[in-house]
């Protein structure tokens, strides 16, 4: 599952602990690969605007009634067409934003190895011509016209609330126009008896992709430092820079540095709780 999945989950446990009634209605995007070259075209046509998902929306809406709806990952099966189906039903909702893919085609605010604003802050057709999705023109069209109906509708069919992770989050999405005063910052959470442990060993722990965006060039730069060169590190976690990250280390001879991979959730956790820190 993805770290979008692993918070979801955390927050239904966390609500059904309090007495709370919660009702989940999702899709798993890992399931598209097996998809029919049919259904994946249709996929490609509704990114922007599902009426599959208004429709799929509207009956469950219809069979009870609900206090509240929180929306997560609406990308790609879902998209802010179900903004308007929830408003059609009179009902409030809150978007919890996982990265800034309504206002940009790769999520990352990030192209070529710098901050790019382009798409939220002059045209969304500029995610075309640079091939923001996946590097690839065509796939890329869809994520355009998402954040062209994002834009559009911003003013009329958006949610009550935004939720996003940090301070930094809020002030990015503010600059591309929306009112802070609906937006609520709150940071993603773990229950600490998940993270305690009696033992603590010799590591320091890097979680996370490894890409530009994340920063793990950065990190293999200050680890060519003496000092530094005295810590055990071990990175868990795949991505685009996977093979760079390697060659870097051999090239760097940082062999203090462990490549772990992709590990599952509770695998992942262990690690966590055994560390002596986390490189953030």
Same mark, same amino acid.
């Given at each position: 599952?993805?770290?979008?999945?692993?918070?979801?989950?955390?927050?239904?446990e966390?609500?059904?602990?309090?007495?709370?009634?919660?009702?989940?209605?999702?899709?798993?995007?890992?399931?598209?690969?097996?998809?029919?070259?049919?259904?994946?075209?249709?996929?490609?046509?509704?990114?922007p605007?599902?009426?599959?998902?208004?429709?799929?929306?509207?009956?469950?809406?219809?069979?009870?009634?609900?206090d509240?709806?929180?929306?997560?990952?609406i990308?790609?099966?879902?998209?802010?067409?179900?903004?308007?189906?929830?408003?059609r039903?009179?009902?409030?909702?809150?978007?919890?934003?996982?990265?800034?893919?309504?206002?940009?085609?790769?999520?990352?605010?990030?192209?070529?190895?710098?901050?790019?604003?382009?798409?939220?802050?002059?045209?969304?057709?500029?995610?075309?011509?640079?091939?923001?999705? !996946?590097?690839?023109? =065509?796939?890329?069209?869809?994520?355009?016209f998402? $954040?062209?109906y994002s +834009? #559009?509708?911003?003013?009329? &069919?958006?949610?009550?609330?935004?939720?996003?992770?940090?301070?930094f989050?809020?002030?990015?999405?503010?600059?591309?126009?929306?009112?802070p005063?609906?937006?609520?910052?709150?940071?993603n959470?773990?229950?600490?008896?998940?993270?305690?442990?009696?033992?603590?060993?010799?590591y320091?722990?890097?979680?996370?992709?490894?890409?530009?965006?994340?920063?793990?060039?950065?990190?293999?730069k200050?680890?060519?430092?003496?000092?530094?060169?005295?810590?055990?590190?071990?990175?868990?976690?795949?991505?685009?820079?996977?093979?760079?990250?390697?060659?870097?280390?051999?090239?760097?001879g940082?062999? !203090?540095i462990?490549? =772990?991979?992709?590990?599952?959730?509770?695998?992942? $956790?262990?690690?966590? +709780? #055994?560390?002596?820190?986390l &490189?953030?």
């Amino acid at each position: 599952p993805s770290g979008d999945d692993i918070v979801v989950n955390r927050e239904i446990e966390l609500l059904q602990k309090n007495g709370h009634e919660v009702c989940f209605y999702g899709k798993y995007n890992d399931a598209i690969d097996k998809w029919s070259l049919l259904r994946k075209i249709k996929l490609f046509f509704e990114i922007p605007w599902s009426i599959s998902a208004q429709k799929e929306l509207a009956t469950i809406l219809e069979e009870q009634k609900y206090d509240i709806v929180h929306v997560h990952n609406i990308f790609p099966q879902f998209s802010i067409s179900i903004y308007e189906t929830l408003k059609r039903f009179n009902l409030p909702f809150v978007h919890t934003l996982h990265d800034f893919r309504l206002f940009c085609a790769n999520a990352f605010l990030f192209r070529n190895g710098r901050v790019c604003e382009l798409c939220p802050t002059k045209h969304y057709l500029y995610s075309v011509k640079y091939r923001c999705f !996946q590097n690839s023109l =065509l796939k890329s069209i869809p994520s355009a016209f998402m $954040i062209k109906y994002s +834009k #559009k509708n911003e003013n009329t &069919i958006h949610p009550d609330y935004y939720i996003v992770l940090t301070e930094f989050a809020k002030s990015k999405i503010v600059s591309f126009g929306v009112n802070p005063r609906r937006i609520f910052i709150k940071p993603n959470f773990i229950s600490e008896q998940l993270l305690s442990s009696k033992e603590t060993r010799n590591y320091a722990a890097f979680v996370g992709r490894l890409s530009k965006e994340k920063g793990i060039d950065i990190i293999l730069k200050s680890l060519q430092a003496k000092k530094c060169k005295k810590i055990p590190i071990k990175v868990i976690g795949d991505g685009p820079l996977s093979l760079y990250v390697k060659q870097k280390i051999k090239e760097f001879g940082l062999k !203090q540095i462990d490549i =772990l991979g992709l590990k599952s959730h509770r695998d992942t $956790i262990e690690y966590i +709780k #055994k560390a002596r820190f986390l &490189i953030m």
